[in-house]
């Protein structure tokens, strides 16, 4: 195939031949990780396979969470406190937009919206969410490659109880306009049966030499990756050389509704309930210090238990764990 675009993103995809390293992201747990973990190694030699199941359209334009965080947060220009967004923001345009009566619940940048136009306008006209990635972390500098799980549509959708009935949300409805408040019934990815993981993807998690589960959300972050048909099958292929960082510390989260998700879908909200569904396809979890107390439990899931500091209070703390983490599989 030829490159679709002048620069090419031929070109882009093959400065990075052979990852060692791949990573399952999704947004701002994984962007503080892997902001650690191209600290301790060489950014090209990371793979990250981002979930886009959050993705949704606003205002006509094709907006991809999870990939703008991790690429924001590589490029060291994420907002710093709000886990979503560029930093020195400002919010004229979304605003401007109610005056017409457009929702304008989900926060839009003013310059965020610049990443938002473009990549619209390349899937357009004909590129794959691949490829406009690979030209929007290049326009970054950002090293690692960024692959979207899939280039096929796959949407959360997160039933919800609203006493006498239920609902079917979006993802972001559910999240951003109600806050995550609407107690939930069943999670499902929509499309995923029927889509194909993005070129590279099955390729890098079978050739890498190591596999690292970023301490994502596991519903609704690593869930939709591993619901993409062969992805858990090439993961478990390689169960001895895949290792997890909790994201539950001490029964909680530390940011975000995994808790509002895991307790009514039966899992324990704890780094035993996240040993246990990551079990089948990961070899170790790393788990924190406040939870050295559960290593047991977690070891009788079949996972191996390392213990270590994993609350990411600064990307030097981000590289210790990510050095940690590495070394668990050494
Ligand atoms: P989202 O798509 O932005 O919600 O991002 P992720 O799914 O990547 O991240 C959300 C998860 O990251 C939550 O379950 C958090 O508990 C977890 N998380 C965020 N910061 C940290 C941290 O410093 N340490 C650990 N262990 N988990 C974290
Ligand atoms: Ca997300």
Not at 153 to 168: L, M, N, S
Not at 267 to 294: K, Q
Not at 309 to 319: F, G, H, P, Q
Request: with cysteine.
């Amino acid at each position: 195939e030829a490159p679709r675009s002048p620069g090419g993103p031929r070109r882009v995809i093959a400065r990075y031949p052979h990852a060692m390293l791949v990573a399952l992201a999704g947004g701002v747990g994984a962007a503080r990780f892997l902001r650690g973990l191209v600290r301790v190694v060489p950014p090209a030699e990371v793979c990250v396979v981002v979930n886009t199941a959050d993705d949704e359209t606003f205002h006509g334009l094709t907006v991809c969470p999870d990939l703008d965080t991790v690429t924001y947060t590589l490029a060291g220009a994420e907002h710093p406190e709000q886990g979503w967004g560029l930093d020195g923001e400002s919010f004229r345009t979304i605003e401007a937009l109610g005056r017409y009566g457009a929702d304008t619940w989900f926060r839009l940048g003013d310059l965020d919206l610049a990443t938002h136009l473009f990549r619209t306008e390349r899937l357009r006209a004909g590129a794959t969410l691949t490829e406009v990635t690979a030209e929007i972390t290049a326009a970054w500098g950002v090293e690692p490659r960024l692959l979207p799980m899939s280039d096929d549509r796959v949407a959360t959708r997160i039933t919800v109880d609203r006493g006498d009935h239920h609902e079917v949300l979006r993802m972001q409805e559910w999240f951003v306009r109600e806050r995550s408040a609407p107690p939930v019934v069943a999670v499902e990815f929509d499309g995923a049966d029927r889509a194909r993981p993005a070129p590279g993807v099955l390729e890098a998690i079978d050739a890498a030499e190591t596999i690292l589960v970023c301490p994502s959300n596991p519903i609704i972050s690593i869930g939709p990756i591993l619901a993409v048909p062969g992805v858990r099958e090439a993961l478990e292929a390689r169960r001895d050389r895949v290792v997890a960082v909790s994201p539950i510390i001490a029964g909680a989260t530390v940011k975000g509704p995994a808790d509002r998700l895991m307790g009514p879908l039966g899992i324990d909200v704890s780094c035993v309930g996240v040993a246990r569904t990551y079990a089948p396809f990961c070899s170790t979890l790393v788990i924190d210090e406040r939870d050295a107390g559960r290593a047991a439990e977690v070891a009788a899931t079949g996972i191996r238990p390392v213990v270590a500091e994993t609350l990411m209070t600064d990307a030097r703390v981000a590289a210790a764990l990510a050095r940690h983490t590495l070394d668990a599989v050494a």
